[in-house]
């Protein structure tokens, strides 16, 4: 986006920190787009109108028919469309925005069948540690896209910035095939698991789990359920903070603390690589923590929660007051990041925890909520920005996601549970399952 957008016809640009240590002489190339703030954040935010829209669809989908498929189709037809980008976007801004929203019907499927497949995969005294694991795939991708983004939109190859969307977009569709290969739905299925490996997944399955026709969904017990709005609200909380992130960090770098974009590109990937190293060091404590029964699993998730939401609201505030300091405002943004990869072990494995059956309609439902912010969330930063890139209005922004996270973690500890629900399963139940069953009387 910072390399799309014509510098000259965007917004007015105020020079509060026009000078700073890791700052260089580098002219950002000139766009080609005359997009206002309003204009970029509703582009940015289109994705998310899509998205939320196979949430639901694609957890039941791969409850009844497996993940594979759909998580495999879902990141291809994202890929395909990724290719076709610098296209739509000079024809015009609604056929751009069109395009990001088929694309996110495309992604919506992906996290609820992932969950789903987690559901089926994990044993339950690995799943902090496997789960982050497989999750911070997500930051770790991005730990790589960005520099390479930088790098390709400063360079001349294939036009600059339309080589991002070609180069990732090929990557996308190639990554398929491997998938289609390498994954299977279940353990049952693997031509390669070891007896003892499947036995042990196996243990921690209820029996009606493993049959091929699923169990109706109890509906009326789920919404009916305090513990799963509160995860809805809780992982709405969770993604307004990323997403001002993951959307805006660049614009942020860019605009006010006057990165050039090779310094953006890597700058704005760090928070993410110390977001994944943390979510793997807190899993493994997590998953010993509970193999110990140092404390019930509920517990468990509400501590790392916790770390995860006030950590990055108190660095937000350090953002605040570091004001042009360039080496402290990025220290902070990095440190923020990091300590929301506690979350890995806190709201975002509480789906399997509260029903392994169930765990990508779960997903489904407080990933479509928590979307909401995805399109928000930018909407709110272009408003409060638009015609006014200044310290002052960033402020704003910071003030409303330190808000957000501590009302919204605040909540999850008090009326958050990772305890098995008595309608998270079927009536026919493992000896494993019965186990957990007693560890967890005892919560809350």
């Given at each position: 986006m910072v390399a799309m957008v014509n510098i000259d016809t965007n917004t007015t640009v105020?020079?509060?920190?026009?000078?700073?240590?890791?700052?260089?002489?580098?002219?950002?190339?000139?766009?080609?787009?005359?997009?206002?703030?309003?204009?970029?954040?509703?582009?940015?935010?289109?994705?998310?109108?899509?998205?939320?829209?196979?949430?639901?669809?694609?957890?039941?989908?791969?409850?009844?028919?497996?993940?594979?498929?759909?998580?495999?189709?879902?990141?291809?037809?994202?890929?395909?469309?990724?290719?076709?980008?610098?296209?739509?976007?000079?024809?015009?801004?609604?056929?751009?925005?069109?395009?990001?929203?088929?694309?996110?019907?495309?992604?919506?499927?992906?996290?609820?069948?992932?969950h789903a497949m987690l559901g089926t995969w994990l044993p339950k005294m690995e799943r902090s540690l496997l789960g982050t694991i497989i999750y911070s795939g997500a930051q770790i991708g991005t730990v790589i896209s960005m520099p390479?983004?930088?790098?390709?939109?400063?360079?001349?190859?294939?036009?600059?910035?339309?080589?991002?969307?070609?180069?990732?977009?090929?990557?996308?569709?190639?990554?398929?095939?491997?998938?289609?290969?390498?994954?299977?739905?279940?353990?049952?299925?693997?031509?390669?698991?070891?007896?003892?490996?499947?036995?042990?997944i196996q243990a921690d399955r209820s029996d009606d789990s493993q049959k091929k026709n699923k169990p109706n969904i109890p509906w009326k017990k789920i919404l009916t359920s305090i513990p799963v709005w509160t995860l809805m609200i809780t992982h709405f909380g969770q993604n307004w903070g990323f997403y001002t992130f993951l959307t805006m960090l660049p614009t942020y770098l860019s605009s006010i603390l006057r990165f050039n974009i090779k310094s953006d590109g890597f700058i704005s990937a760090l928070p993410y690589l110390l977001q994944a190293i943390v979510g793997w060091v807190t899993s493994y404590i997590a998953d010993y923590a509970r193999q110990r029964q140092y404390f019930t699993i509920s517990t468990i998730r509400k501590i790392c929660n916790t770390v995860g939401f006030i950590g990055p609201a108190i660095c937000l505030l350090g953002v605040i007051v570091s004001g042009c300091n360039h080496i402290w405002s990025v220290v902070f943004l990095t440190l923020a990041m990091?300590?929301?990869?506690?979350?890995?072990?806190?709201?975002?494995?509480?789906?399997?925890?509260?029903?392994?059956?169930?765990?990508?309609?779960?997903?489904?439902?407080?990933?479509?909520?928590?979307?909401?912010?995805?399109?928000?969330?930018?909407?709110?930063v272009g408003a409060l920005t638009q015609n006014n890139q200044t310290l002052a209005q960033w402020r704003i922004v910071f003030y409303i996601a330190i808000g957000v996270y501590v009302v919204t973690g605040a909540l999850y500890v008090l009326c958050g549970s990772a305890k098995l629900q008595k309608w998270g399963a079927s009536k026919s139940r493992s000896l494993s399952d019965i186990a957990e069953k007693a560890e967890t009387t005892s919560d809350e």
């Open positions: 105020v020079s509060e920190c026009s000078v700073g240590p890791l700052n260089d002489t580098h002219k950002i190339k000139d766009g080609e787009f005359k997009w206002d703030s309003n204009t970029q954040g509703t582009i940015l935010g289109s994705f998310f109108y899509g998205y939320l829209l196979t949430q639901v669809p694609g957890g039941r989908m791969a409850e009844k028919f497996g993940g594979k498929w759909l998580f495999g189709l879902g990141v291809l037809c994202t890929s395909v469309l990724t290719l076709l980008t610098p296209i739509a976007a000079r024809w015009g801004v609604v056929p751009l925005i069109v395009l990001r929203v088929c694309e996110g019907l495309g992604e919506g499927v992906t996290f609820p069948a992932m390479i983004s930088g790098l390709l939109c400063d360079s001349d190859f294939l036009g600059g910035w339309p080589s991002v969307f070609y180069v990732f977009g090929t990557l996308g569709c190639i990554w398929t095939i491997f998938w289609g290969i390498l994954i299977y739905e279940t353990p049952d299925v693997h031509p390669r698991i070891s007896r003892a490996e499947l036995l042990l990091g300590f929301n990869g506690f979350t890995f072990s806190g709201y975002m494995v509480t789906h399997v925890d509260m029903s392994p059956e169930f765990a990508g309609t779960l997903m489904g439902m407080t990933n479509a909520f928590a979307t909401l912010t995805g399109f928000l969330a930018p909407k709110a």
